[in-house]
């Protein structure tokens, strides 16, 4: 028996809180309606999907809780910032001269 996920979720929200699914191992053997169940944040790992890098992962972020993740910070860029330029047909990189702004 597993919980009603649709229900929790809809009952989390109506008492002001936001829901996170972790959908990680799901996700990669069966299709997930994210329209019905609904919640604010989902976690997925792409290892789980293609058994490759390890570490890799994504978050879906339904909108209205996008400002949920940037409160508190005044630069809304997320990123890795570990090179200044990559060009994506080539085997081409230039590394950030200093790592200590990471």
Not at 23 to 34: C, F, Q, R, V
Not at 60 to 86: K, T
Request: hydrophobic share 35%; proline share 7%; glycine share 8%.
């Amino acid at each position: 028996d597993r919980p009603d996920a649709e229900s929790i979720v809809r009952h989390a929200r109506a008492s002001g809180w936001y829901t996170m699914l972790d959908i990680a191992k799901h996700s990669s053997t069966d299709a997930i309606n994210l329209n019905c169940l609904d919640p604010d944040f989902a976690a997925l790992s792409f290892y789980k999907w293609f058994g490759d890098p390890t570490g890799i992962g994504g978050l879906l972020v339904r909108r209205p809780a996008i400002p949920v993740i940037f409160e508190n910070q005044q630069n809304h860029y997320q990123g890795g910032g570990s090179v200044d330029v990559m060009l994506p047909n080539q085997d081409y990189t230039v590394p950030k001269r200093e790592l200590a702004s990471l």
